[in-house]
């Protein structure tokens, strides 16, 4: 089984290569974008579908990291220049590292503010959860519209240095797969998915259910502010409208798709839902069928990608691998 698992994250590891070294920007960029909504969709499934925590506060600590990335690697005079609603503070003009510290700073910082809002947060349950997370979704995008002596306010943050390639996302997604499959299958996976399938008896065991969901909380948010980290240097240029509900609904979309509370899934669903609206983009353009001009059409791959993902939900309803791994497949094959 090790053997299995090793082959597989070293055919991960050479593709990643390959990519990177033999095929064009296009390619490049849409491989890109899949590895680092990957990471994030890895990160939500933690809470939303190992924990059991129906969170929609993905699109606040994405932010948070995509903010914080972008203020460290900017230099401070590109700063001066840039902020023009207001001068940027002290603080943001202090701020400066390179660009791995600036992801992991971004990670820790969405970690710290995770544990700060679980205390209010995990007061409630279920509805009422994501209630409270989505309003700190909004929270976050009306700071950042609003305090433009920080983030220069809707006008954003341009020329992010653009130091993020496919080693940087690829590798991250790897590892941020791994660590996800070490934590599900360790004492505090289990006590996850205790807390998922009944929460009053995992207290009556035992379980600091509210620890368990915090530990969930903290390193669901330090991993999606890692990838929003990536995410502002991909793109170099940031602003509050990047980061509306629809980011979230959009990993909703993938750890459904790809089953909740399975990672393998995850990493499925985010090649399916990322790529497939990139693969399907053809359908918005002229077509020739059989001597017959289609005309454009624009968004119809949307309209054939929803249909698509209708049909497939209509028949895998508990997503593609269900709550298993594929590791899981392999030993049952066994």
């Given at each position: 089984m090790k053997l299995i698992k090793l082959s597989i994250l070293a055919i991960i590891l050479l593709f990643i290569w390959f990519a990177q070294s033999h095929f064009d920007a296009y390619a490049v960029s849409i491989l890109n974008n899949i590895a680092i909504f990957a990471i994030l969709a890895l990160s939500y499934n933690l809470i939303n579908g190992v924990a059991g925590q129906f969170s929609l506060e993905p699109n606040g600590f994405v932010a948070i990291g995509a903010y914080v990335a972008a203020l460290f690697t900017l230099p401070a005079a590109t700063k001066i220049d840039m902020y023009v609603l207001q001068d940027p503070s002290p603080l943001v003009l202090a701020m400066h590292t390179s660009f791995l510290p600036a992801l992991l700073l971004s990670g820790v910082v969405a970690a710290v503010i995770a544990f700060m809002l679980s205390i209010p947060v995990f007061r409630v349950r279920g509805d009422y959860l994501a209630i409270v997370t989505l309003g700190f979704g909004f929270i976050i995008r009306i700071f950042a519209m609003n305090q433009p002596a920080m983030t220069n306010g809707a006008l954003g943050l341009n020329d992010i240095p653009d130091t993020e390639n496919l080693y940087w996302s690829g590798f991250i997604m790897v590892v941020t797969f791994v660590i996800m499959l070490n934590i599900i299958y360790s004492k505090y996976g289990r006590a996850m998915k205790a807390v998922r399938d009944d929460e009053d008896a995992a207290t009556a065991m035992g379980i600091n259910t509210f620890w368990i969901k915090t530990y969930a909380f903290m390193t669901s948010a330090f991993f999606e502010g890692v990838g929003g980290g990536l995410m502002a240097s991909m793109l170099t240029t940031i602003a509050p409208d990047q980061f509306?509900?629809?980011?979230?609904?959009?990993?909703?979309?993938?750890?459904?798709?790809?089953?909740?509370?399975?990672?393998?899934?995850?990493?499925?669903?985010?090649?399916?839902?990322?790529?497939?609206?990139?693969?399907?983009?053809?359908?918005?353009?002229?077509?020739?069928?059989?001597?017959?001009?289609?005309?454009?059409?624009?968004?119809?791959?949307?309209?054939?990608?929803?249909?698509l993902l209708i049909v497939m939900m209509l028949f895998a309803r508990k997503g593609i691998f269900g709550n298993k791994e594929l590791t899981d497949i392999f030993r049952r094959g066994k």
């Open positions: 509306t509900f629809l980011l979230t609904f959009q990993l909703l979309i993938i750890i459904v798709l790809g089953g909740l509370g399975s990672m393998s899934g995850t990493i499925v669903g985010a090649i399916l839902v990322m790529g497939g609206t990139e693969w399907l983009r053809f359908l918005d353009q002229n077509m020739d069928i059989f001597g017959y001009n289609t005309g454009a059409h624009p968004g119809l791959r949307m309209v054939v990608f929803s249909m």
